[in-house]
């Protein structure tokens, strides 16, 4: 009798905080509905103005927009971002788009920024339980940038991989969703990578990889978020992935749009070089390109020179590691002083030379005097850095996992357009290969990376994302 009472009280007041929760959802959406004839796309990029690979896709997606909308379907365009307001903020931000991506973007696109600068600290890196704390920051900071939209936006577009801001704008605010994604925020090989306790890297510790204690809480952890990820990521209308890699991880956890056929694989704009002709010896240079934050490894690729210099004593002092990338804040900052005590550490403080958030118009310099490539992130998404410089011509050394392994680093007609490698030792003897190879092969193997590189031109993003676009119905 008391059992039966108890279960009655419970499900009476499941069914009133149903109810509550219900008629709040309703309520909110009522008090930010616009008339339902603006079509405004509001972007969630909080770095919108940083410089790497997923600032480009945001950008090329303007473009695109901006054609749209000049062919006869009129938009807005809204993009929320961390970074303080001034009076010259879009003139500078628009400046800084052409200089770094040569990217133009219609005059006549309607575009305005609302500025969470107050709000910056809810994305700020957690040391325990960092996916759901930093889910939860982008949550807070999507429903303030909302909320100051004062109307929903028809649309909100997702660029950075912010899945759970979905519930935010599409529960909350009645939003269509839109998501371009670089990279899952949670896979099966990181799942594969925790119960293997094969690894230590930037979100799997030491004392987390040796316990099988906390392996075996830390997997309950990843799996319990993993299906809420893929919950969220299923708010969808339409879900754009960069490369097979993401596609695949994509596809087997957000399943709902998988059912529906809403996920299409539209690979990243990449700056294709426009000298395809240049052949013969170059500087013995091994050029890095990408941001210094914790998953690129650049660490990896200073213990690699290391082990070349070990192994092979005397290419010291005739081969420079150049490193070239963005710092967006004090964390890539200190990352950026580690790195330069580690080559210091190591006697290779006159080999490795640090060119930290230079316009793209040196980055094209380094690409037009390196003869090799390195890049040692284990499981990119894509690789944007990894088709700069094999367009460029170098003899490019990608990690072999992801994106570079699975669509861009493959061979062509059957012959080699670069090389994979995945261990300092591994990348030593690749670059070894490299430097020591004869020119007719070196010449051949940059003549394939050219010709493979234009697969990702920019032209053929604009192409690809409007076709999908439009053809989804989205902006209807």
Do not use: Q, T
């Given at each position: 009798m008391i059992l039966e009472l108890l279960l009655q009280i419970c499900l009476f007041v499941g069914a009133l905080l149903f109810t509550a929760a219900v008629l709040f959802v309703s309520w909110h959406r009522w008090k930010y509905q616009g008339d339902g004839n603006d079509r405004t796309l509001a972007f969630f990029h909080p770095f919108c103005a940083a410089g790497g690979g997923g600032e480009r896709v945001l950008w090329a997606i303007l473009q695109a927009l901006g054609e749209i909308d000049q062919q006869g379907l009129p938009m807005?365009?809204?993009?929320?971002t961390i970074d303080p307001p001034s009076e010259s903020y879009k003139s500078d931000v628009l400046e800084k788009v052409n200089d770094r991506f040569s990217l133009a973007i219609s005059p006549t696109l309607d575009i305005s920024f609302i500025h969470l600068d107050d709000c910056a600290a809810f994305l700020e890196r957690a040391s325990r339980l960092s996916m759901v704390v930093e889910s939860w920051g982008t949550m807070r900071l999507a429903y303030a940038a909302l909320v100051r939209t004062k109307v929903a936006p028809k649309?909100?577009?997702?660029t950075t991989g912010c899945a759970f801001t979905y519930m935010v704008a599409r529960v909350l605010f009645g939003c269509r969703v839109l998501a371009y994604v670089h990279y899952p925020t949670i896979s099966t090989d990181m799942l594969s990578m925790v119960w293997e306790r094969r690894r230590v890297t930037y979100n799997n510790q030491a004392y987390i990889a040796n316990s099988r204690i906390t392996t075996f809480i830390k997997l309950v952890y990843y799996s319990m978020f993993a299906v809420a990820y893929g919950t969220v990521g299923s708010l969808c209308d339409l879900v754009l992935v960069n490369s097979t890699w993401t596609f695949n991880h994509i596809n087997s956890l957000w399943w709902l749009v998988a059912l529906q056929r809403k996920i299409k694989v539209v690979f990243p704009p990449c700056r294709i070089s426009s000298d395809t002709t240049r052949t013969g010896p170059r500087e013995r240079i091994v050029l890095s390109i990408g941001q210094f934050r914790p998953e690129k490894d650049h660490e990896l690729q200073i213990q690699a020179l290391s082990q070349l210099f070990q192994k092979h004593p005397t290419l010291k002092g005739s081969i420079t590691m150049v490193l070239v990338g963005?710092?967006?804040?004090?964390s890539d900052e200190a990352r950026l002083r580690h790195l330069q005590t580690k080559a210091k550490d190591l006697?290779?403080?006159s080999s490795v030379v640090f060119s930290v958030n230079q316009p793209y118009s040196v980055v094209e310099d380094w690409l037009g005097k390196a003869s090799v490539g390195i890049h040692t992130m284990w499981?990119?998404?894509?690789?944007?850095?990894?088709?700069e410089m094999m367009s460029a011509g170098l003899i490019t050394i990608a990690h072999d996992s992801g994106g570079p392994k699975s669509d861009i680093v493959v061979p062509l007609d059957g012959q080699p357009t670069g090389m994979l490698a995945s261990t300092?030792?591994?990348?030593?003897?690749?670059?070894h290969q490299a430097f020591t190879m004869n020119n007719a092969d070196a010449d051949r193997m940059r003549k394939n990376a050219r010709l493979s590189?234009?697969?990702?031109?920019d032209e053929k993003f604009n192409l690809s994302f409007k076709k999908e676009i439009l053809e989804s119905g989205i902006l209807q």
């Open positions: 807005k365009i809204v993009i929320y649309i909100f577009v997702d963005g710092c967006r804040g004090p006697d290779l403080e499981n990119e998404h894509f690789g944007i850095g990894v088709v300092a030792e591994g990348y030593a003897d690749a670059m590189a234009e697969r990702f031109s």
